[in-house]
């Protein structure tokens, strides 16, 4: 903890002392790397914003992300900005940077505040970034106002004032509310507790599954050999060259071995499957489907 926190304030420092870059400066470096990729004035260009990076970074410490990790995704916004802007565009590359370098950010704390995935549409990160400052602005009013809100109309003015779903508010507030907790603590302070990772449900497949799969399989195999049998010659050879190779074959080369038109290897082909289909119909209606 103590080592990341040197790190941190070294990267701040030498962010602070980083030059300050002049509208005219800024622009030429941006045209220098956009038309000739030059990697110098891409590296002043990010060395002098890296200071806006981390002080966008600082922001989001609340949300419990080691601050390292946070800046390192502010820079790797930064450094997506300097690959998308367009000094043509006439705005001030701080002006633009600042959007990426906050949708990385976001992005890196939607994916790790919890075990349990908050969701990555635009409501549910609208809400997780802003909806406890709504919630707490609302009821500052309220109560200034002498008025006292209830659960489902504090919702409400929540989904309305953020313009979300309601019922994408109910689920916000669920996940916030919540915490992680660990599958391995026990379920009761016995020291021979079970523990929660106990309880879950096993979902790999049970050895009957197994069972039933592999003899569903045979006889599946058993029905096609006996349908490809039913077939003649050159039918089975079409089938084989057509369906069963890593790379099929197509109709015209196929055409050409065997002196045919694309055309009547293709008539072939669907007289063959016709067989097949009737052949397997006569054994199980179930595996008909397989050659459809």
């Not at 021979?192 to 592999?214: C, F, K, M, P």
């Not at 089938?239 to 196929?254: A, F, G, H, I």
Request: aromatic residues 6%; glycine residues 4%.
């Amino acid at each position: 903890m103590a080592l990341d926190t040197a790190r941190d304030m070294s990267l701040s420092r030498k962010a602070m002392k980083a030059e300050l870059l002049d509208a005219e400066t800024e622009l030429r470096l941006a045209y220098a790397w956009r038309d000739d990729r030059c990697e110098e004035s891409l590296h002043r260009l990010i060395t002098a914003y890296m200071r806006l990076a981390i002080s966008m970074a600082s922001k989001f410490k609340r949300y419990g992300a080691p601050m390292n990790d946070l800046i390192q995704e502010a820079g790797l916004g930064l450094m997506k900005a300097a690959d998308k802007f367009d000094p043509d565009r006439g705005v001030r590359f701080s002006t633009y940077a600042v959007w990426w370098i906050k949708a990385s950010i976001q992005d890196y704390v939607m994916r790790n505040w919890s075990m349990v995935r908050t969701g990555s549409t635009s409501s549910q990160k609208s809400l997780f970034f802003n909806m406890r400052r709504v919630q707490a602005r609302l009821e500052r009013e309220s109560a200034a106002a002498g008025e006292t809100l209830d659960r489902h109309q504090l919702r409400q003015m929540i989904s309305t004032e953020i313009g979300v779903p309601l019922h994408d508010v109910e689920m916000m507030e669920g996940r916030l509310s919540g915490s992680d907790y660990s599958l391995n603590a026990t379920q009761s302070t016995e020291d021979e507790g079970r523990e929660w990772i106990d309880a879950l449900e096993d979902d790999s497949e049970q050895a009957a599954e197994t069972v039933e799969h592999q003899h569903d399989t045979e006889q599946l195999r058993v029905w096609l050999l006996q349908a490809m049998n039913d077939l003649n010659d050159r039918e089975r050879f079409i089938v084989r060259e057509r369906k069963l190779r890593d790379q099929p074959r197509t109709l015209e080369s196929l055409g050409q071995e065997l002196s045919l038109s694309k055309e009547r290897v293709r008539q072939l082909e669907a007289a063959a499957f016709g067989k097949m289909r009737k052949s397997l119909e006569n054994q199980s209606r179930e595996v008909h489907h397989f050659l459809m």
